[in-house]
């Protein structure tokens, strides 16, 4: 019997080695695309369409949560109200922005994912398009993973102009801080590599929410409990990921 220890070193070692193998045949299927558009196409509206309404309303109310929360924390006189814009602009671009976006989409669309190619692959449908000649990979995988990256960038910048707009609108509505004075502190202490950080953050996001729930859904085994399963791991391993990321490129990157 191999000890407890072995499993826990050695499970992890080959989900990596099987997940690096299918990215590297998932690579090797880029050149395919063009046979595939019309499935990318149909991807990104998934991905990135269906999901705009539900990161709207999370990142509006996200910006103006912070902004109540920070005016109430700022009571000093010595302290100018501006500086509510400024702390708001910022968050919501180097980071509220793109892990809102990223948890709604590992939630929405990592499950989804894991959902469809794990009920594919336990119906065997995976193994038809195999034997009908198609690249599974290049078919499934690839498209998924192509709309993430597209389409997460475009979901943050929505993310990012409504949570900054929430955030003037309780500002002003409620009298914490006035719209001028928000707009003057945001241009204040603006930092023309915060959005370029976001968009990079972003990418990186795209990437592995969808990469980490194709791998899961694509590797299913165990039937209907299996996809369920599958489903489960591909949302909470790409939460994990994405906290993981997003430390590392405020390390190398800021």
Known sequence: MVPLTSHIVINPVAAFGRYSRLLFHAFGAVAEISSYR??????????????????????TFSGAVSTVQTSYQ???PLI??????????????LELGAVVTGFILAGRVGARIAA?????????????LETMGLNSVGYLIVPRVIAGVVMFPI?????CFFGIGGGMLIGELGGFVPFEEFVFGAREYFQPFDPIFGIIKSLVFGFLITSISCFKGYYTQGGAEGVGRATTQAAVASCVFLLLADLLLAVVLL
């Open 80 to 93: 100018p109200r501006s500086i509510v814009g400024a702390i708001i602009t910022s968050s919501m671009i």
């Open 38 to 59: 019309s499935n990318v196409w149909r991807q990104m509206v998934k991905v990135g369409v269906e999901s705009l309404p539900i990161v709207i309303l999370a990142a």
């Open 74 to 76: 700022l009571v000093s």
């Open 116 to 128: 469809e190619l794990g009920t594919m692959r336990v119906t065997e449908q995976i193994d038809a």
């Open 155 to 159: 979901l943050y910048i929505a993310a």
